[in-house]
Nanobody
């Protein structure tokens, strides 16, 4: 079965950096779209970035120029490099996979447990 396990969250001061990782198992990692989402208390879940099987990427406007999504197919690992962090980036960050062949925010059907990022 599909499993997504995130790591790398933590607490950091504004302006700092963090790198999130997500190890995937249970499907052909290189073939499908992957993404990062986040949810802050009292707010709706927000798509942060996604990467398609061909490496094409897209970002939310709020993180463009600061966050970078990437993947290592050999390690079955998705990454999110977060630089110039702001307090408003504080949230639970969740890794997700879309196995439907479509790579849009509503197509993600598999989710990790999330990792907390706190920026002060």
């Amino acid at each position: 079965h599909v499993q997504l396990v995130e790591s790398g969250g933590g607490s950091v001061q504004a302006g700092g950096s963090l790198r999130l990782s997500c190890v995937a198992s249970g499907y052909t990692f290189s073939t499908y779209c992957m993404g990062w989402f986040r949810q802050a208390p009292g707010k709706a879940r927000e798509g942060v970035a996604r990467i398609e099987s061909d490496g094409s990427v897209s970002y939310a406007d709020s993180v463009k120029g600061r966050f970078t999504i990437s993947k290592d197919n050999a390690k079955r690992t998705l990454y999110l490099q977060m630089n110039s962090l702001k307090p408003e980036d504080s949230a639970v960050y969740v890794c997700a996979a879309s196995l439907s062949g479509v790579c849009v925010p509503g197509s993600f059907g598999y989710w990790g447990q999330g990792t907390q990022v706190t920026v002060s």
